[in-house]
């Protein structure tokens, strides 16, 4: 099950990021603050602030999973390195003076809602029951 999870969400990361540099999926910014990068700064989907150095995040964060996708062991750091992650991101996303972690990505409006889920999911195999499910097999 810990296999699968970083196997889908690497996944569905890589597509994020891939998406992000396609013209017409990605919506031009409104009412956004300001950045120091602006290339590729939109809102993909029409919804999820992004711009390339996001991009790139959620490229890496691809590659980790299927990477992490390969071992049970693998996939439990995926999982747990996941949830952390997003979970701050979310946390900074919530404050005007971090919301552009310092004018370089974009992490406010929608992002935060989708950042605080994709923790939660982390989070739940990354610590919940298919974690212990792992701990007490081994």
Request: hydrophobic fraction near 55%.
């Amino acid at each position: 099950m810990l296999r699968k999870f970083a196997l889908i969400y690497g996944a569905l990361f890589l597509l994020g990021g891939v998406l992000g540099f396609v013209p017409g999926v990605t919506q031009p910014p409104h009412h956004a603050p300001p950045l120091m990068v602006e290339a590729f700064h939109g809102r993909l989907l029409g919804l999820f602030t992004v711009n390339v150095l996001h991009n790139i995040v959620h490229l890496l964060i691809g590659v980790l999973g299927l990477l992490g996708s390969r071992s049970v062991s693998g996939a439990l750091l995926y999982a747990r390195g996941v949830a952390i992650f997003y979970g701050v991101l979310t946390v900074l996303g919530l404050f005007p003076a971090t919301n552009t972690l310092f004018g370089l990505v974009p992490i406010h409006d929608h992002d935060v809602w989708l950042h605080a889920g994709s923790a939660l999911v982390a989070a739940f195999f990354g610590f919940g029951p298919p974690a212990r499910a792992r701990e007490a097999a081994a």
